[in-house]
């Protein structure tokens, strides 16, 4: 038995909202199992950030977007903060701890 796909892309911010929750999920998969977050993955979440950006106010996938920035910001904000603690040991040294 097939079970046939009834599932269409229908516009370009459908597209794009659907790749990039895509790799938002990878990115939260990679840091609920301890795998190492690369510097090409940041960067491609501040331009994925950037390109929901672009989607119409008052299109239908605006909230869906909201919410991926949202996650985005929050997953950048919690790297920045692991960054900031294994930076320096606090005497000025810049030692790791």
Known sequence: MEVENVF???S???LVVLE???RVHDILYKAS??????EIDIETLKID???LGLIEDNGPFRVI????IAKINYILDNIEMEEDDEDICGCG????Y
């Open 8 to 10: 269409t892309i229908t």
């Open 12 to 14: 370009l911010d459908q």
């Open 20 to 22: 990039i929750n895509e």
């Open 33 to 38: 199992n301890d795998i190492e977050i690369t």
């Open 49 to 51: 950030s950037l390109t």
């Open 65 to 68: 977007a909201s919410n991926l």
């Open 93 to 96: 040294c810049e030692e790791e």
